[in-house]
C-alpha cells in the first residue's frame, strides 16, 4: 500500500540552531499537508502543497514540494522553544479524496 | 466559528461499559473523521463521513460504532472496548472533495479501558 516515511523521528537543537524534517511517498500524490502536534496536544495544520516544486514560507517555515510530488520537507530557521513539538506530514494519494497517508512524524527537542 | 468541540475531554471507563464520544462543528464542513491515536504515532483514521453518510470504515471492530446525526455533529459509540482501545480519540472536519484548506481536528478525547 501506499507510504509515506517520514526522518528523523526525533531531532535535538539548539534553541537558535535551525530543523528540518523530510517525507518520502512511495507514490505520487496529490498533495501534502504538513500538521504540528504540541505535546499532550492535538495536529494543528500548517499548510497545504499542491503544486509540483512549491515553495511556500510562514515566518521561519519554509515547506518545499517536490517536482516528482512525492517528497517533501519542512525547514525551521533560528529554533525557538514554541516550536517544540511533533510535525507530521500527510500526504493526499491521487486516487483518494479523504484519506490522507500519515508520516510518522518527527519530534523537535530543544536542549536546554 | 473555526473549531471542532469533542466531549468529553478524558473518559475512563471499564470494559464492559457503554459510553459515547461527541464532535460538533460548524464550519460548514462536509466531511468529518474519527481518528485514533496512540502515543508516539500518527493519527490512526478509522471513519470518513461525507454527506452525513459512512464513506470509509477502515477495519474498525465492531465495539466502535460512529454515528453522524447531522452535518455538525459526529458521535462515536463504545461498547465492550479492551484495555488495548485506550488512546486518544481525535475527530477531525474538512471541506469537500480536495479543497485546500486542511482538516481541523478537535483537542480530542483521552480514553482509558481498565
Known amino acids: 500500500g501506499q507510504q509515506v516515511m517520514q526522518i528523523p523521528q526525533y531531532q535535538h537543537v539548539q534553541e537558535g540552531e535551525d530543523f528540518t524534517t523530510y517525507c518520502n511517498s512511495s507514490?505520487?500524490?496529490?498533495?501534502i499537508q504538513w500538521y504540528k502536534q504540541r505535546p499532550g496536544g492535538h495536529p494543528v495544520f500548517l499548510i497545504q502543497?499542491?503544486?509540483s516544486g512549491e515553495v511556500k514560507k510562514q515566518k521561519r517555515l519554509t515547506f518545499q514540494f517536490g517536482e516528482a510530488k512525492k517528497n517533501s520537507s519542512l525547514h525551521i530557521t533560528a529554533t525557538q522553544t514554541t516550536d517544540v513539538g511533533t510535525y507530521f506530514c500527510a500526504g493526499l494519494g491521487r486516487d483518494s479524496n479523504y484519506q490522507l497517508i500519515w508520516g510518522a512524524g518527527t519530534k523537535l527537542i530543544i536542549k536546554p | 466559528d473555526t473549531e471542532v468541540t469533542q466531549t468529553p475531554k478524558h473518559l475512563v471507563m471499564g470494559m464492559t461499559n457503554k459510553k459515547s464520544l461527541k464532535c460538533e462543528q460548524h464550519?460548514?464542513?462536509?466531511?468529518m473523521y474519527w481518528y485514533k491515536q496512540k502515543a508516539k504515532k500518527p493519527p490512526e483514521l478509522m471513519f470518513v463521513?461525507?454527506?452525513?453518510?459512512?464513506?470509509i470504515n477502515e477495519s474498525v471492530p465492531s465495539r466502535f460504532s460512529p454515528e453522524c446525526p447531522n452535518s455538525s455533529l459526529l458521535n462515536l459509540h463504545l461498547h465492550a472496548l479492551q484495555p488495548e482501545d485506550s488512546a486518544l480519540y481525535l475527530c477531525a472536519s474538512s471541506q469537500e472533495k480536495r479543497v485546500g484548506y486542511g482538516y481541523t481536528f478537535g483537542s480530542g478525547t483521552r480514553l482509558t479501558v481498565v
Open positions: 502543497l499542491v503544486k
Open positions: 464550519m460548514g464542513h462536509r466531511a
Open positions: 463521513y461525507s454527506y452525513e453518510k459512512l464513506s
Open positions: 507514490t505520487t500524490l496529490s498533495n
